[in-house]
């Protein structure tokens, strides 16, 4: 029941988080990136709770129908699109990581692609 508890106290966290920092305007970039920092603690965090769950998907690797198949694709590629997010939104981190990066740094590529992967991993999301 406790565990029960902290998945949902964690997913309900994450779709707070994932609201405020697709409102990135209204919060300003600063509270973004904070709350991406939360928001990437939340992912490990609901990672850690669900193991059993990718240990499931990982020990099932044979694929017996197209499905399976599509949903071992579309798994693959979300968990991508957050990495690709996460580490790009590091990198152009003006804020957070300030001390980490130096300043004189080209952050278009990254720009584009924690776009890129932000945006497909909320389609993936949604079919998943």
Known sequence: MRIKWMHRAVDLAMTAALLL???YS????????????????LVIVHNILN???????????RIKTPYGMMQK????LLVLCMLG??????YISRYVFRSVFSSGRN???ADRIQLFCAYWGFAQAGKS
């Open 26 to 41: 209204l919060v300003g970039e600063r509270a973004h990136e904070w709350i991406g920092m939360g928001m990437f603690t």
């Open 21 to 23: 920092m697709m409102s």
């Open 73 to 76: 694709i579309v798994i693959c």
């Open 85 to 90: 997010s996460m580490m790009s939104g590091i």
């Open 51 to 61: 193991r059993f769950w990718w240990r499931s998907q990982t020990r099932n690797l």
């Open 107 to 109: 952050t278009v590529f």
